[in-house]
């Protein structure tokens, strides 16, 4: 049967990475796959359904190998809050009276914290870094699952490459053996001096501002951690 097509909005963004990107908002089909979320609470399950349906409603073909998890969750994020209008329910601290109060914020107004650091390489001595990256979609759920009892395990999906003076050694190319010793090798200001510098990969972030109910002070609210929202 011919019935008429539907026109989905097509809307524009810029990722935490700087990437451009098309996309249109969750429809139906998407809403009915989410639906099945509610129902495991297993990382795995929930990213790889994530990665579907924000595949399904991209415009532009992009691969999950190299994208970060960060563009990942915003994407997703972004996509749900243009087809349901989404609102979170935070606890806002008043900056002057020091009250909280509940707070409605409008999850549309998301972006991220920070720009993408210029540099992403890292000083460790004698003219040997490291150059760093944002954990990949891929490696999340390792990350996820290791990183509470075993904060070293990742700078396995961290390190980009090592830098000499006059080299560079891709961190990927090189043996589990060759990895590990390089890791082992890191003093712990070294270490700290890297997991700081990831630190500076934008996350996902929604800020608006708000009217403390008790003293009448205008608030910045700022959510960070969105994935607790979310998942
Ligand atoms: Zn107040």
Do not use: W
């Amino acid at each position: 049967m011919d019935f008429p097509n539907l026109l989905t909005p097509e809307y524009d963004t810029t990722l935490p990475s700087g990437k451009n990107v098309k996309y249109r908002p969750f429809l139906v089909k998407e809403e009915k796959i989410l639906m099945m979320l509610k129902e495991t609470d297993e990382f795995s399950k929930v990213l790889t359904t994530m990665k579907k349906v924000v595949k399904s409603c991209l415009k532009d073909d992009i691969s999950f190998k190299d994208m970060s998890y960060s563009d990942l969750e915003y994407l997703f994020i972004m996509m749900r809050a243009k087809s349901m209008g989404e609102t979170v329910t935070v606890t806002a601290n008043c900056d002057k009276c020091g009250k909280s109060y509940p707070c409605d914020v409008d999850v549309s107004l998301i972006s991220t914290n920070r720009e993408y650091p210029k540099d992403t390489s890292v000083i460790l001595n004698d003219g040997i870094g490291v150059v760093v990256k944002p954990v990949s979609v891929d490696a999340m759920p390792v990350v996820a699952e290791y990183s509470e009892k075993n904060p070293i395990s990742v700078l396995y999906f961290v390190i980009e490459a090592i830098v000499t003076p006059d080299q560079m050694y891709k961190f990927s190319e090189m043996t589990q053996d060759d990895q590990t010793k390089f890791i082992d090798s890191l003093t712990l200001p070294q270490l700290q001096k890297i997991m700081a510098k990831v630190e500076e990969f934008p996350k996902c972030a929604i800020k608006t501002k708000n009217i403390c109910p008790h003293c009448g002070e205008e608030n910045e609210i700022v959510v960070e951690g969105l994935e607790n929202f979310f998942t």
